[in-house]
């Protein structure tokens, strides 16, 4: 498709997907139609509470960024 999302449960930065980002950005990059999205858990540590916890892991943002950058 051209396109990338890398989800995963570390924090944006410093974490593997940017790692990831950058490889595929800097050996994919004539192949890629969309600028590469990435879902990650928020920048706190992470919570305690079961409540916070489903907030803090990136699976309600998914779905917002999946969308974006299928449309783009």
Same mark, same amino acid.
């Given at each position: 498709? %051209?396109?990338?999302?890398?989800?995963? /449960?570390?924090?944006?930065? !410093? %974490?593997? %997907? %940017?790692?990831?980002?950058?490889?595929?950005? $800097?050996?994919? +990059?004539? +192949?890629?139609?969309? =600028?590469?999205?990435?879902? !990650? !858990?928020? &920048?706190? =540590?992470?919570? +305690?509470?079961?409540?916070? &916890?489903?907030?803090?892991?990136?699976? /309600?943002?998914?779905? $917002?960024? +999946?969308?974006?950058?299928?449309?783009?």
């Amino acid at each position: 498709t %051209g396109k990338v999302l890398i989800l995963h /449960e570390d924090t944006l930065t !410093g %974490g593997i %997907g %940017g790692e990831i980002s950058a490889w595929i950005a $800097e050996n994919c +990059f004539t +192949f890629i139609d969309a =600028p590469i999205m990435r879902v !990650g !858990g928020l &920048e706190t =540590p992470v919570p +305690f509470s079961p409540q916070l &916890e489903k907030k803090f892991l990136p699976k /309600e943002r998914l779905k $917002e960024k +999946f969308l974006q950058v299928v449309n783009y």
